[in-house]
């Protein structure tokens, strides 16, 4: 029994095998070595972690994108890319990238339903501690990120049918002053070299286990027929308790609806 499930679960991954638009938020100089551009140094980070893995993740380069140059490493399976845009205009470009690459994807790919594109952004986060990565719907509320609200203003998921977008977000602390002042001089100012190396060294385990329980929510939807919101697939009544499993960071996960929380490990 037990052989026999995993070889179903082995036909299933063959068979549903999306690729990713993953999408890093941050600043271009002069404030891009800051704890705003998190998203950029999380994705530089991945890049290095799958290709030391084996995968066929090149170095980032300058490539033109949605009519800009734009620093991707374009892999078999993910594409990452770093906005080329301040933070806070972010929205129209991504949403030029997305229909450029989900274009061009669908053309080589006949929109094979088992090989579909899905789009996560990965942007720098206040109310979580330094490192932490977590992973939200699309739908979840931008919690004040001006770079999230320019996305959501210029991407509708009901423009897409079927479209397949999520969120991670890697922690950057909150400083304790919550005027706007104060948090805009914390996100801003150059990231001290304890900041830049813990980010550096704990944020790329997170986002691969993220991305790949955004995979797995994607195949648990294909195979029920449904689409879309990549932790929004599971109804849970409130009696329900989250189920655990092991991370890279090797931390145990909560495997919830609405969120995960990959925790960092101690330095």
């Given at each position: 029994?037990?052989?026999?499930?995993?070889?179903?679960?082995?036909?299933?991954?063959?068979?549903?095998?999306?690729?990713?638009?993953?999408?890093?938020?941050?600043?271009?100089?002069?404030?891009?070595?800051?704890?705003?551009?998190?998203?950029?140094?999380?994705?530089?980070?991945?890049?290095?972690?799958?290709?030391?893995?084996?995968?066929?993740?090149?170095?980032?380069?300058?490539?033109?994108?949605?009519?800009?140059?734009?620093?991707?490493?374009?892999?078999?399976?993910?594409?990452?890319?770093?906005?080329?845009?301040?933070?806070?205009?972010?929205?129209?470009?991504?949403?030029?990238?997305?229909?450029?690459?989900?274009?061009?994807?669908?053309?080589?790919?006949?929109?094979?339903?088992?090989?579909?594109?899905?789009?996560?952004?990965?942007?720098?986060?206040?109310?979580?501690?330094?490192?932490?990565?977590?992973?939200?719907?699309?739908?979840?509320?931008?919690?004040?990120?001006?770079g999230l609200k320019s996305i959501m203003a210029s991407m509708k998921p009901t423009d897409y049918?079927?479209?397949?977008?999520?969120?991670?977000?890697?922690?950057?602390?909150?400083?304790?002053?919550?005027?706007?002042?104060?948090?805009?001089?914390?996100?801003?100012?150059?990231?001290?070299?304890?900041?830049?190396?813990?980010?550096?060294?704990?944020?790329?385990?997170?986002?691969?286990?993220?991305?790949?329980?955004?995979?797995?929510?994607?195949?648990?939807?294909?195979?029920?027929?449904?689409?879309?919101?990549?932790?929004?697939?599971?109804?849970?009544?409130?009696?329900?308790?989250?189920?655990?499993?092991?991370?890279?960071?090797?931390?145990?996960?909560?495997?919830?609806?609405?969120?995960?929380?990959?925790?960092?490990?101690?330095?």
């Amino acid at each position: 029994m037990a052989a026999a499930a995993a070889a179903t679960a082995t036909a299933e991954e063959e068979i549903f095998n999306p690729r990713f638009l993953v999408v890093s938020l941050g600043n271009p100089a002069p404030h891009g070595e800051s704890l705003h551009s998190a998203g950029h140094l999380a994705l530089q980070s991945l890049q290095q972690t799958l290709h030391r893995q084996g995968q066929n993740q090149p170095s980032f380069s300058s490539n033109r994108i949605a009519k800009k140059a734009t620093k991707a490493s374009l892999g078999d399976k993910y594409t990452l890319l770093q906005c080329p845009t301040l933070m806070n205009i972010s929205g129209p470009w991504i949403a030029r990238a997305w229909k450029e690459v989900l274009e061009n994807h669908n053309e080589s790919q006949s929109q094979d339903p088992n090989r579909p594109l899905g789009l996560v952004i990965v942007n720098d986060d206040l109310e979580e501690d330094m490192a932490v990565v977590k992973v939200l719907k699309w739908s979840k509320s931008h919690r004040g990120h001006n770079g999230l609200k320019s996305i959501m203003a210029s991407m509708k998921p009901t423009d897409y049918q079927d479209s397949k977008w999520a969120r991670i977000s890697v922690g950057i602390g909150r400083p304790e002053g919550r005027d706007a002042t104060t948090v805009s001089n914390y996100v801003l100012k150059p990231w001290s070299k304890y900041q830049k190396e813990l980010l550096y060294e704990k944020s790329a385990p997170g986002v691969l286990a993220a991305l790949k329980e955004i995979e797995e929510a994607w195949r648990s939807a294909s195979r029920k027929g449904s689409s879309g919101d990549a932790k929004g697939q599971a109804k849970k009544t409130k009696k329900e308790r989250p189920s655990q499993r092991e991370t890279a960071t090797g931390k145990a996960v909560d495997t919830l609806a609405d969120a995960i929380t990959i925790t960092a490990v101690d330095p």
